[in-house]
């Protein structure tokens, strides 16, 4: 055998396993194309599915999409709100420290008025019992007065009661009598310079 012949033969040789080879080759890449399409239709159906879906998300959205646009005044009046709360709140703190005030005022005023009662009830005692009236009938004379009073009061508020209106006629009206007393101290120092 000739050299060329062994070269030839090994050439055919080779080209034969080259086509095998590439016949091999060939259906391998074939099935893994059939695969690939069969992956592409099942993802092309599922997109088909999807579709329906992302359209309605779509539209959702877009119905959304004003709701969203209100919600940012919404927030800023519901700020200007309690901004406006708190404000009030500070104000009402305010008023309800002035009735603490007020009130606390008005009852050292009942109670200076009840001292300078009771000192002026104490200097007519004396000066009955200087001038020896009886202080027996002193003290009934007050009590009966003052049981006729509350009588007064008594029939104002029931005549106040029975009126439909809640409106307190003239008549029924209680009279209110106002009375000043000196104040015991400076009587009692004017007493001394004299």
């Not at 099942?42 to 539209?59: H, M, S, W, Y």
């Not at 703190?93 to 009942?110: H, P």
């Amino acid at each position: 055998m000739e050299p060329l012949q062994i070269v030839l033969i090994v050439l055919a040789v080779a080209g034969v396993w080259a086509v095998v080879e590439l016949a091999l080759t060939l259906r391998k890449s074939r099935s893994t194309i059939q695969t690939v399409d069969r992956a592409v239709g099942e993802l092309n159906e599922t997109l088909g599915e999807a579709r329906p879906v992302i359209a309605k998300l779509d539209t959702t959205l877009d119905d959304l999409q004003p709701a969203l646009n209100q919600v940012e005044p919404l927030l800023k009046q519901g700020s200007i709100a309690i901004e406006a709360l708190s404000a009030d709140l500070i104000e009402v703190n305010g008023v309800l420290r002035d009735v603490s005030e007020v009130t606390g005022s008005m009852s050292s005023a009942s109670g200076a008025v009840s001292g300078i009662a009771s000192a002026a009830s104490e200097k007519v005692q004396r000066l009955f019992s200087k001038h020896g009236v009886d202080t027996a009938a002193t003290d009934r004379a007050i009590a009966d007065r003052t049981s006729d009073v509350q009588e007064d009061r008594a029939d104002a508020a029931d005549s106040h009661d029975e009126d439909p209106d809640g409106a307190a006629t003239p008549e029924s009206a209680p009279r209110r009598q106002y009375y000043t007393y000196d104040d015991p101290v400076t009587e009692q120092q004017e007493k001394s310079d004299e």
